[in-house]
């Protein structure tokens, strides 16, 4: 089917940045630009958060939260069936378990985690003061 594989995360002090990426492999007869791509975190405990989203194809459409917008862009390389997520003035309330999600479905909302079909396993992001 469809195997999503985080990676680049790890611990960086407050206001650096990071790139994660989410390495795509796709069954035969199906692409991963066909994919709606999404990234969500979570702390334990806590629910898994909507981070931001790109929409299939050459990626036209992007949604962020309001609490990432302007410092984390997400972007997908379909050659490299590949997705990114780039995050800038990291601050200590960014660490998190960081997940990848792709689905099939386009269009809002974006932000449920219970409508993405496929997710990878998670990369540690530990940002300290």
């Known amino acids: 089917q469809v195997q999503l594989v985080e990676s680049g995360g790890g611990l960086v002090q407050a206001g650096a940045s990071l790139r994660l990426s989410c390495a795509t492999s796709?069954?035969?007869?199906?692409?991963?630009?066909?994919?709606?791509m999404a990234w969500f975190r979570q702390v334990p405990g806590k629910e898994r958060d909507f981070i931001a989203a790109?929409?299939?194809?050459?990626?036209?459409?992007?949604n962020y939260p309001d609490s990432v917008k302007g410092r984390f862009t997400i972007s997908r390389d379909n050659a490299k069936n590949t997705a990114y997520l780039q995050m800038n003035t990291l601050e200590p309330e960014d660490t998190a378990v960081y997940y990848c999600?792709?689905?099939?479905?386009?269009?809002?909302?974006?932000?449920?985690?219970?409508?993405?079909?496929?997710w990878g396993q998670g990369t540690q992001v530990t940002v300290s003061s």
């Open positions: 790109i929409s299939r194809g050459s990626g036209g459409t992007t």
């Open positions: 999600a792709g689905r099939r479905r386009y269009g809002r909302p974006w932000d449920r985690p219970e409508d993405y079909d496929y």
């Open positions: 796709v069954a035969s007869g199906r692409t991963f630009g066909s994919l709606n």
